[in-house]
């Protein structure tokens, strides 16, 4: 089938319009509050005032006037985020306002434009079972519009799912500490190996997205279904009020031992529907960072 490069251009400006106005009314100060900086560097020097810090009195400064000067330093504010980005086939579901993949790229573009207000630099590796492609991290409009279009849009090699891996590469290609936000339904393999040696390194964030028919199965009868990923196909009798328990119950216990598995690790995770709005959840967990971080 023949790609629509003009309704691909249209598609991504409208989430860069829609993202851009979010960033700017909710979420720009709150990710800027909610990620320290690399480190410390030197602004200016001041006088001496009462209460000040003896430790920083500049001593050459202080000599060449006769009176006391302190040195001033800044938070060494330009971060590296990195978008760990699951393409595989589950990406493709969506039963009610969104594909999963189109929340994905609306995540990636809101992320994505909140970083370069914030002078970050940001690039993306999307994953399968295989590494599909490392976009190195850069700043301006045009990296970010090409992420956007690379999340809505490649065509993955693999329709697999392995987490694990693309954590791997991960640590092996990004040296300096990053911002690492992982996007996923986590539905794979274990990983825990990889993501504790990230997690020691980096300030790593879970973004676990999912759709309400993979958490509680609909009574429609007879149905036959196909695993995304997979490609096993069987026939379901959705009627039958145990299946549907049985189902219930195994999403829960894989969404809480998910949620366990961050908490162990120290990691922040977010939760995120294709139902309804994804805004309020965000920018609430962005100001439960802040919080966390002043304290």
């Known amino acids: 089938m023949a790609i629509d490069t003009g309704e691909i251009l249209k598609k991504v400006r409208r989430i860069e319009i829609r993202t851009r106005r979010i960033v700017n009314d909710l979420i720009s100060g709150e990710y800027h509050s909610s990620f320290k900086g690399q480190g410390m560097e030197f602004d200016e020097v001041r006088e001496y005032m009462p209460g000040d810090d003896v430790r920083r009195i500049d001593w050459n400064v202080t000599a060449r006037y006769g009176t006391p000067f302190i040195k001033k330093f800044a938070e060494e504010r330009e971060l590296t985020v990195i978008i760990l980005m699951d393409v595989s086939g589950s990406k493709r579901f969506g039963t009610v306002d969104y594909y999963k993949s189109e929340l994905a790229a609306e995540l990636t573009a809101l992320l994505a434009f909140a970083a370069i207000k914030n002078n970050d630099k940001v690039g993306m590796i999307s994953f399968s079972d295989r590494i599909e492609k490392f976009i190195p991290p850069k700043k301006g409009r045009r990296n970010v519009l090409r992420l956007i279009r690379e999340v809505l849009y490649s065509e993955p090699q693999s329709r697999g799912t392995d987490i694990g ?130 304290h």
């Open 165 to 294: 891996a693309a954590l791997e590469y991960f640590n092996r290609v990004i040296k300096r500490r990053a911002v690492l936000f992982v996007i996923s339904d986590f539905i794979g393999d274990d990983f825990r190996k990889p993501l504790m040696i990230a997690s020691r390194k980096h300030d790593a964030i879970a973004i676990n997205i999912t759709d309400p028919r993979e958490l509680r199965m609909p009574e429609s009868g007879l149905m036959f279904l196909e695993d995304a990923e997979t490609g096993k196909r069987m026939w379901v009798d959705t009627s039958s009020s145990a299946t549907r328990g049985a189902f219930a119950e195994d999403a829960r216990i894989r969404q809480e031992s998910v949620a366990a598995l961050f908490r162990q690790h120290k990691i922040d995770y977010v939760s995120l529907s294709t139902e309804g709005s994804y805004i309020e959840a965000l920018t609430r967990f962005f100001k439960l960072r802040e919080l966390k971080r002043h």
